[in-house]
């Protein structure tokens, strides 16, 4: 049975709403109104990197034939302005649809809580990508428990190392970080912590310009793990521009790539070789040692013997 939660079926900003008026967290609603859109301006952190072109001219025309139905949440600023916290593909339809007024409402946030919500929205995006949910479910974590990505990444593999062993975990601070975190997935309602830690993570250590491809919608993420098995770095790289031209099938990717990696090595890679076999003699001084001298000189007359050479 997958570990993966269903999505759930409403708007995204349903999980923010819960979050407004969740318990301790309850925020206050100050107003709703319509107000020019030069007047929002967007937060210096933004969660979401890559908008799908086709997707936004499609919201686009919507905007421009029934205008924006659901309001922009925003905060309110020093200067009277106002800051974008959640509806930032409205807000940019809206700017391309040449709207000069938005409908908004108005809450009272500190930055951690507008980031979070902002996190949170982009986290029940239906078109969410792999990388975006990992990345984003790690910083929505580490602002919620005042903590480290890696001190999150930590406390998820102490939690299954004691799971596999059938302890329990004493130390209380990780228990009660523990208790959060699952509170966060719930909220989030799409993984588990546990399917997170070892179908999510794993992704940020693909190459870079792998998750890059896998971020921007070009790559589906088995391909990408695919892929990555390609260890020497330009091979990679055209590989990958290759699969993406050519729509590649998962399974011609794979085919390709068991050929790729059963072949002898290229060229190039035994030049790299010779050159730095060159480089570690000389470096270690090691023909002053006779006998080293003599094998080395037994096994370059092979070589001279193998390609026709005295």
Do not use: C, W
Not at 26 to 54: C, G, M, V, W
Not at 62 to 84: F, M, T
Not at 263 to 287: C, V, W, Y
Request: proline share 4%.
């Amino acid at each position: 049975m997958s570990t993966k939660r269903q999505r759930t079926q409403y708007s995204a900003l349903s999980g923010v709403n819960a979050f407004l008026s969740s318990g301790e967290k309850k925020i206050s609603e100050k107003s709703n109104s319509t107000i020019p859109i030069e007047s929002i301006r967007l937060p210096h952190r933004q969660p979401r990197r890559y908008f799908d072109p086709a997707k936004m001219e499609k919201l686009t025309q919507s905007v421009k034939e029934y205008g924006i139905l659901e309001p922009l949440l925003v905060r309110s600023l020093a200067d009277g302005k106002y800051e974008l916290v959640a509806g930032e593909r409205r807000y940019r339809a809206a700017k391309e649809a040449g709207l000069e007024e938005v409908p908004i409402s108005i809450r009272d946030l500190d930055d951690a809580q507008a980031l979070q919500i902002a996190l949170l929205e982009n986290l029940q995006r239906e078109d969410l990508n792999p990388v975006e949910e990992t990345e984003g479910l790690l910083d929505l974590l580490s602002i919620t428990l005042q903590t480290s990505r890696e001190e999150i990444i930590s406390t998820l593999n102490i939690a299954a190392h004691a799971r596999r062993k059938g302890e329990q975990i004493a130390d209380n601070v990780i228990r009660k970080n523990l208790d959060e975190i699952e509170k966060v997935f719930t909220l989030v309602g799409t993984l588990s912590p546990e399917s997170f830690r070892t179908n999510r993570l794993p992704l940020l250590n693909l190459p870079g310009e792998v998750l890059e491809a896998l971020r921007t919608g070009q790559l589906e993420y088995t391909k990408a793990r695919a892929i990555a098995k390609l260890k020497e770095p330009k091979q990679r790289q055209q590989f990958l521009k290759r699969a993406i031209a050519e729509n590649l099938s998962l399974t011609q990717i794979r085919e390709e790539i068991k050929r790729n990696l059963s072949s002898p090595a290229e060229p190039l890679d035994f030049n790299r070789r010779f050159s730095k076999i060159e480089q570690t003699i000389r470096r270690k001084g090691i023909l002053k040692d006779v006998e080293k001298r003599r094998e080395i000189d037994n096994l370059l007359r092979s070589l001279e013997s193998l390609i026709g050479e005295s």
